[in-house]
Each structure stands twice: as C-alpha cells, then as structure tokens.
C-alpha cells in the first residue's frame, strides 16, 4: 500500500496547522481553510492582494512542458478567486548535474507563459540539491492585486446559486497517464484515443476559464486533488450549504472513459486540474455558460446549492451523500506506470 501522497489530509491540516498560524492580523480576510487555495489580504488603501502558493511535482510525464505547468497551476489559484495574476517568485530546485540545456527549456517555458498570461516574474531561488529525481518547484508564489468587489473564494456560494462545471472531468489524470502510460494505452485503444488524452495535458488550467467566469460567479474553485465531486464538495463545506449534482449532467468523453476505466480509477473522484466549478445566481447563470462558449470552454450547469443536505444523484436516480474524497485514486495509477518501466 502506498503511502499518503499529495495534500495534507483534513484532519491533520485541523489538528496540526489551523491551530497554528502565527499572529493574528486583521488584514487577513481569507486565510488557510479547506478548499480555498489563496489568501484574500486588505491593503491601506482598501484594496487587497490575493496570494497564493503550490509545488509542481516533478513527474516524468511532465518534464516536456514543465514550466508550462508550473505558471498555469500556480496561477490558476488567484484565477479562481476572481483577480488576474500579476506578480510570480519561483524556487526552482533540479538535481545535481542537470544540464543548462533543461534549465533553459524550463525557464522559456516558464518566462514565456507569463508574457502571455502578463505576470512579472520578481524573485524566487534556483539551486541543484541532492535527494531530487527530477526538477522540482519547491514553491511558487503568485500575487493578484484587486477589489473586494471581485473576490469569488470557494466560501462564498449562495443558496440557490447553480453549480457550473467546465471542460471535463479528470483532467490532469487523464493528460498525465495517457502521457506516461503511452505504449500500453495505444496498444489497448489505438493512437487517435491516446492522443486526445495527451491533449488533456494543456487543459490543466483555468486562468482563462475564471477570469471569463469572474464577472457572474459568487464562488469558484479548480478541481484538483479528489476531482469534480471533491471540489464541490469543498465549495458546500467552505460556504456552509448543501448542495446537489446529477450525474446525468456530466459530461464525459471517450478517452477520459477509457483512460481511467484502464487503471480503473472513477473519473469523478481523480484528480482534476483544470477543471472549474463555479457557483452563479440562476438569473446570472446562463451569461456566464454564454461567456464560456463563446471563449470555447465546454461548461454545464450540473446542480444547485442547497440550504443543507450535500448530495450526489446517480443516472439511476439513487441518492448518496456528498462526501470529501479521502484518497484520490490517481496516484496509485501514477505511480503503477513507474513500477513497468
């Protein structure tokens, strides 16, 4: 059995670090709390920066476009809390004895997505350390600067809003092990499945998707570690509603099915950057669906907050209780495609 990886579970982020989080500063509106990804800080002039910080794991499948990866995930944590990214620092660790031609191609990269998504990069540390595999972003800082006025932090959703999803479902799981698990996959599917599970790979951001959604969202949040159910999920338990979602109303597609049913993880519950879940009042709703497509995002109403009970209706009509993913099931298929090579 594998032992824990990704995200701190809730319980020993409850009993170890939300205890403990240095003096307490009035500025602070949003702080650590589950299934917010940014810190929400009032400046004098009633302004306020949004900050927030992520990793990037350094997985072989990742390695072409790593610092592609890097920008968008980190950026997409200020995206979602309704503020344009403006501002990154980056601490870029590699192993011993990697060639400046890498560092190169991961800087470009990383360089030459900020230009486009117009972040200034204005420190960060770069270093070779023994113990690391593969390059590694220790920690990657990004700063929004904004209005309250446009904050739409996971606990803001509203009872009677509607759940709005974009692009898919697993995402990030299906680009990466499509990616990594190529040979097997094209023998069992052939190339055209595979290959549109690798364009997943680019799909694992939503810059794009909650800055055309900001204007009509109350709440939004990225699904990432535990998927779509996890992420609405975390917006109901964050805001203090209930909340409800249909099945029959996500949608998935044939590499995605195929993908995951090969390692046999649930779609629902893996791992899912790049997906947006946003909440919107009904009235607001169907603009922000006109938005998205009109930008080319797949999106659809799947739900609708509730005042209390958090629940999942299958296809069958059967109702489970909505509940946080505990294990996300990628890992163990991430790490299942290292074991053959």
């Given at each position: 059995?594998?032992p824990?990886?990704?995200?701190?579970?809730r319980?020993?982020?409850?009993?170890?670090?939300?205890?403990?989080?240095?003096?307490?500063d009035?500025?602070?509106m949003?702080?650590?709390?589950?299934?917010?990804?940014?810190?929400?800080?009032?400046?004098?002039?009633k302004?306020?920066?949004?900050?927030?910080?992520d990793?990037?794991?350094?997985?072989?499948?990742?390695?072409?476009?790593?610092?592609?990866?890097?920008?968008h995930?980190?950026?997409?944590?200020?995206?979602?809390?309704?503020?344009?990214?403006?501002?990154?620092?980056?601490?870029?660790?590699?192993p011993?004895?990697?060639?400046?031609?890498?560092?190169?191609?991961?800087?470009?990269?990383?360089?030459?997505?900020?230009?486009?998504?117009?972040?200034?990069?204005?420190?960060?540390?770069?270093?070779?350390?023994?113990?690391?595999?593969?390059?590694?972003?220790?920690?990657?800082?990004?700063i929004?600067?904004g209005?309250?006025?446009?904050?739409?932090?996971p606990?803001?959703?509203?009872?009677?809003?509607?759940?709005?999803?974009?692009?898919?479902?697993?995402?990030?799981?299906?680009?990466?092990?499509?990616?990594?698990?190529?040979?097997?996959l094209?023998?069992?599917?052939?190339?055209?499945?595979?290959?549109?599970?690798?364009?997943?790979?680019?799909?694992?951001?939503?810059?794009?998707?909650?800055?055309?959604?900001?204007?009509?969202?109350?709440?939004?949040?990225?699904?990432?570690?535990?998927?779509?159910?996890?992420g609405?999920?975390?917006?109901?338990?964050?805001?203090?509603?209930g909340?409800?979602?249909?099945?029959?109303?996500?949608?998935s597609?044939?590499?995605?099915?195929a993908?995951?049913?090969?390692?046999?993880?649930?779609?629902?519950?893996?791992?899912?950057?790049?997906?947006?879940v946003?909440?919107?009042?009904?009235?607001?709703?169907?603009?922000?669906?006109e938005?998205?497509?009109?930008?080319?995002?797949?999106?659809?109403?799947?739900g609708?907050?509730?005042?209390?009970?958090?629940?999942?209706?299958?296809?069958?009509?059967?109702?489970?209780?909505?509940?946080?993913?505990?294990?996300d099931?990628?890992?163990?298929?991430?790490?299942?495609?290292?074991?053959?090579?």
């Amino acid at each position: 059995m594998l032992p824990q990886i990704g995200k701190v579970d809730r319980a020993s982020f409850d009993r170890i670090i939300f205890p403990r989080l240095g003096k307490s500063d009035k500025t602070v509106m949003v702080g650590p709390q589950h299934g917010v990804d940014a810190a929400v800080i009032e400046l004098p002039d009633k302004s306020v920066m949004v900050i927030a910080e992520d990793p990037t794991f350094g997985m072989p499948a990742l390695m072409p476009h790593f610092g592609w990866a890097i920008v968008h995930i980190c950026a997409s944590d200020i995206a979602v809390l309704g503020v344009k990214p403006r501002y990154m620092t980056i601490c870029l660790m590699l192993p011993p004895g990697t060639p400046d031609s890498v560092l190169e191609h991961i800087w470009k990269e990383v360089h030459e997505e900020c230009e486009k998504l117009d972040i200034a990069i204005v420190g960060g540390h770069t270093g070779m350390y023994p113990g690391i595999a593969y390059p590694l972003n220790g920690g990657c800082t990004v700063i929004g600067l904004g209005t309250k006025e446009q904050i739409t932090a996971p606990s803001n959703a509203k009872i009677g809003d509607r759940v709005i999803m974009t692009k898919g479902l697993a995402i990030e799981a299906t680009g990466i092990l499509a990616c990594q698990a190529e040979p097997a996959l094209v023998k069992k599917f052939g190339r055209e499945i595979v290959e549109k599970g690798k364009n997943y790979f680019f799909d694992m951001t939503v810059v794009k998707d909650a800055l055309t959604a900001a204007p009509y969202a109350h709440a939004m949040h990225d699904a990432t570690e535990g998927g779509l159910l996890n992420g609405v999920y975390e917006i109901a338990a964050a805001s203090g509603t209930g909340v409800t979602i249909y099945e029959d109303k996500i949608i998935s597609t044939p590499e995605i099915d195929a993908i995951c049913g090969y390692f046999q993880i649930d779609p629902l519950i893996s791992v899912s950057e790049g997906t947006l879940v946003a909440t919107a009042a009904p009235q607001q709703a169907p603009t922000m669906l006109e938005a998205l497509q009109k930008e080319g995002i797949a999106a659809w109403d799947i739900g609708e907050i509730t005042a209390k009970d958090r629940i999942f209706v299958r296809k069958n009509g059967k109702k489970e209780e909505l509940k946080p993913v505990s294990v996300d099931p990628f890992w163990a298929a991430y790490f299942s495609t290292l074991e053959t090579k």
